[in-house]
């Protein structure tokens, strides 16, 4: 198409222009690859910052909060650069191939000057010399040359053109002469396939290295070949691409080696020139290769891989090492486990099996014994291999993807590492003993460069932790997890915020790899302990997670692998804890304590006194359920870590039991003190329990001889008593209840008497019932309050022997400072009149001698009457009898049986 306008100029379209500039895409970065590399910087500062932020004083922070600021400023500015110029990108591109097509001109024009400049050196060489007589003579006579010089012929003159016949019987032959050479004297070497012969060109392919176009100049075996084309085979990852420098000096150095060893004379001697040709073309692809890969290993350290790689090529050696993890080894104190390297080698291995034999048939001892080949080694730490399948272990370069390799590699690394410290785990006594499923290997979604594999550990009921590995870094990383969490389908991300503790430790086990085990039970220990104060919080109860105890105090106790989490004060018994610990083999134990305080070289240590075991699953059968406390017989369902924790009830109920036994043991050691003989009934004994109303399924009650307790006043007990702690689980309602049978005679209207807050007689039954919330104080207070109610029921059964047929005594009221009569002869009180008498029990000191005081009255049914003293008789001889009741020491009968035989018709 002709675009010339009528002004004369060519009128080409600018899309046509467009599509004949060259393409000039050397030296070009992807801008995938800019945004990556200040997105990570920028990353890579702000985890700088969450790293090193809690450590630092105020001051300290705000200084590198403000630099870490301006850091990230920058950062952002270089991307919005990138991103605005990248608007225009499509220009700068344009305007690098216009600069490509005026490079291009400028050199045709060199190449023209050089050559014209060839041609006028030339000229004069193809002058006709003056002696030429016979071209002098074919001037003349024709007027023109009839030849020309040899040298303008031969440069300048193009040969008569054949025509198709003869290029195509010209083709055939080479064809037939190629196949000739390949079937009888030039063998196709092992490794190199004949893809085809085709238009008098043999194309030849070693896969994955290279192919080339072959030609021959003739059928006999002297006769060279010609190297017609030639082109390297990348089979290249998904994200690579090549650069044009790793391509044409290994392609001309290639050429002219190719012509060298094409050209050189043929010696039967040697190898073929085809088995030359091919060693020569095998051994330049493969160090090509090994390059390529220095060159993508070079660009990963300058962008996503930083710091975190070493490399190293020898050339004269054919070795490329690369290793991983390394930014963090500096105070590391085995590093070959947290560390890897990738060697890749030029490598000769002898043909064997079917190859050699194969080798040996076609070409006979002209077949090398040998295969070059790129191997990669993978050199971990010895102890981490045992982990890993032969499969798992082998590594193999599919492709030329260097980052594809590491991350393989580092994957499998990861796998054995994870694998050793679930073994340690499941090994450590503490930890995975007897609980497996504390530690889970969990597998995570390939994430580019998220970790592919990592470690889900229970360490309580509320606390799972995931131990993980980034894929770069190689920097141990700990992260709490939410318990709704999916594992198997989480991604891990390398932004993930870290907790300052979790942060600790991860540095902790950086530094130290075979503390693992220990640091992660130290922090179980930690959870475990929080838990358990947050629970007592709950119960508004004090708690101490130490006790300065002299060294050597827990071997006493069996517990010197054990550990102490807590130790919870029992409150109104000084010196008992109940301690909570952490064992072994039996997980979470509780144990009640007596710690008490001794001199040992004018020191004052704490000491270990008594201790009783408390078993947690037996514990976990009872339950409090409303007021009562219940016997589940079968335990709780739960899942292997219940072992691990306590529920708030369980701790609850086990801080009552303990409370109550120290109880117990106080008022077992008063009885013991006073020599009164006692045994224990009911509760978890085999003996029956007392008549009481309530039954305790845990703790038994003690049976007390009343006449060793109780000596004054022995005739008015049964020989028995009963002592028990009711409601210990409810602590508003525990208490010391005292029972005891109260020889009582004759009948009374009334039931239960409430003497004073907690003293209850009950007069149909005679049984004597005391309550006292003071605990340990309650057999004192009883014996207190013993002889004043034992005066009120002798008093009581004095009054109702002496009713006779014609005399009546009756009870009115009953108080623990009073007690109320009213009597007289039979039928008398028929006009509503009753004398009365009141006895008052007073407490003997010093000052008042006196126990009994007397008043005698008359009650009547008139509102408008009072009680008159004076019409009783009694009145009268009321100093008498108290003088005389005051004066004897126990045989206060003979003073009643006095007072109530003064009954005559004089005094009535």
């Not at 290997?441 to 009921?461: A, F, I, K, Q, V």
């Not at 005391?770 to 002889?787: G, P, V």
Request: with cysteine; charged share 20%.
């Amino acid at each position: 198409m002709d675009h010339t306008t009528e002004s004369g100029f060519s009128d080409v379209p600018l899309e046509q222009l467009l599509k004949e500039l060259p393409v000039e895409d050397s030296d070009l970065v992807p801008l995938t690859v800019l945004v990556e590399r200040i997105t990570n910087n920028a990353y890579q500062t702000i985890q700088s910052l969450s790293d090193t932020l809690p450590s630092l004083p105020s001051g300290a922070k705000r200084v590198k909060i403000f630099r870490t600021a301006l850091e990230l400023r920058r950062l952002f500015i270089k991307l919005l650069v990138i991103v605005r110029w990248s608007k225009d990108v499509d220009l700068f591109n344009r305007v690098r191939n216009v600069v490509a097509l005026l490079v291009e001109q400028q050199w045709a024009h060199e190449d023209v000057f050089s050559g014209l400049t060839q041609v006028r050196k030339i000229m004069p060489n193809a002058r006709i010399s003056d002696a030429d007589f016979v071209t002098a003579i074919d001037v003349l006579r024709t007027g023109t040359y009839r030849r020309l010089p040899s040298c303008i012929k031969d440069s300048a003159v193009s040969p008569k053109p054949i025509d198709n016949e003869e290029a195509l019987h010209t083709l055939a032959n080479l064809d037939n002469v190629l196949q000739i050479r390949f079937t009888c004297s030039d063998y196709v070497p092992m490794g190199l396939r004949l893809q085809c012969i085709q238009d008098g060109k043999a194309y030849l392919e070693a896969p994955d290295l290279y192919k080339m176009c072959l030609t021959v100049s003739g059928p006999e075996e002297h006769d060279r070949w010609w190297l017609l084309d030639f082109e390297f085979l990348d089979k290249l990852g998904q994200q690579e691409s090549l650069v044009p420098n790793l391509t044409e000096p290994f392609l001309e150095h290639v050429l002219e080696s190719a012509e060298l060893i094409l050209s050189s004379e043929y010696n039967k001697e040697e190898q073929s020139t085809l088995m030359r040709l091919h060693d020569m073309l095998e051994q330049e692809a493969l160090q090509r290769q090994l390059h390529i890969l220095h060159h993508q290993t070079q660009r990963m350290a300058q962008f996503s891989w930083g710091k975190n790689i070493r490399y190293s090529l020898d050339p004269m050696a054919h070795i490329l090492e690369v290793y991983y993890w390394v930014s963090h080894s500096e105070g590391m104190k085995d590093k070959s486990k947290l560390q890897g390297r990738l060697g890749l080698q030029i490598v000769s291995q002898p043909l064997k099996g079917q190859g050699r034999i194969l080798s040996d048939i076609l070409s006979g001892n002209q077949s090398p014994i040998h295969q070059n080949n790129i191997q990669v080694q993978w050199h971990i730490d010895p102890s981490l291999q045992i982990y890993l399948s032969s499969k798992e272990k082998e590594c193999k370069l599919e492709c030329l993807d260097m980052e594809t390799l590491l991350l393989k590699c580092i994957s499998m690394h990861t796998l054995a590492l994870m694998k050793h410290l679930e073994s340690d785990v499941q090994s450590h006594e503490g930890l995975g003993a007897g609980n497996p499923s504390l530690c889970r290997l969990c597998t995570h979604n390939d994430s580019g460069y998220g970790p592919r594999y990592s470690l889900e550990l229970r360490l309580s009921d509320t606390v799972h932790v995931m131990m993980y590995i980034p894929t770069i870094s190689g920097k141990i990383g700990l992260r709490l997890l939410d318990r709704n969490e999916n594992r198997n389908n989480m991604i891990l991300s390398l932004s993930q915020s870290q907790n300052a503790t979790l942060q600790r430790m991860a540095d902790q086990i950086q530094a130290d790899l075979s503390s693992f085990a220990d640091t992660l039970f130290t922090f179980r220990l930690q959870c475990l302990t929080r838990s358990l104060q947050l629970q007592i919080s709950w119960l508004g109860l004090p708690c101490s997670t130490s006790i300065a105890l002299r060294s050597e105090e827990l071997k006493k106790l069996s517990l010197q692998n054990g550990r102490p989490l807590l130790y919870v004060p029992l409150g109104i018994v000084p010196g008992y804890y109940l301690m909570l610990y952490f064992a072994p083999d039996q997980q979470l134990g509780m144990a009640m304590v007596l710690i008490a305080s001794v001199i040992e070289n004018g020191k004052a240590l704490q000491v270990i006194n008594s201790v009783k075991w408390l078993e947690k699953t037996y514990l976990s059968l009872f339950i409090v359920s409303g007021a009562s406390l219940i016997n589940r017989s079968i335990p709780p369902e739960g899942d292997s870590t219940a072992k691990d924790r306590i529920r708030t009830e369980e701790l609850e109920l086990a801080l009552n039991y303990c409370l109550a036994i120290v109880v117990y043991s106080h008022l077992e050691e008063q009885l013991r003190l006073k020599l009164v003989p006692f045994t224990l009934v009911g509760g978890t004994t085999s003996s029956p329990s007392s008549p009481t109303s309530g039954h305790d399924p845990l703790l038994p009650s003690l049976c007390v001889q009343s006449k060793k307790l109780l000596p004054s006043f022995e005739d008015l007990v049964s020989p028995n008593m009963s002592l028990q702690l009711c409601d210990w689980w409810l602590p508003s309602k525990r208490r010391v209840v005292i029972s005891l049978k109260v020889r009582l005679n004759g009948e009374f209207n009334m039931e239960e008497v409430q003497l004073y807050d907690g003293m209850v007689l009950n007069l149909q039954t005679g049984i004597l019932t005391f309550s006292c919330y003071d605990l340990t104080a309650a057999l004192i207070k009883f014996q207190q309050s013993w002889d004043q109610i034992a005066r009120m029921c002798t008093l009581i059964n004095a009054s109702t022997i002496w009713n006779q047929p014609d005399f009546h005594v009756s009870l009115e009221s009953l108080a623990l400072q009073q007690v109320k009569f009213v009597y007289g002869p039979e039928g008398y009180g028929k006009d509503h009149k009753r004398y009365t008498i009141q006895v008052t029990f007073e407490k003997m000191d010093r000052a008042n001698l006196a126990r009994y005081t007397l008043d005698f009255g008359l009650q009547t049914n008139d509102k408008n009457h009072n009680e008159r003293k004076a019409l009783n008789p009694h009145q009268h001889i009321l100093k008498i009898l108290e003088r005389n009741l005051n004066s004897l020491d126990k045989n206060t009968d003979i003073v009643w049986q006095l007072m109530f035989q003064v009954r005559t018709s004089k005094i009535f």
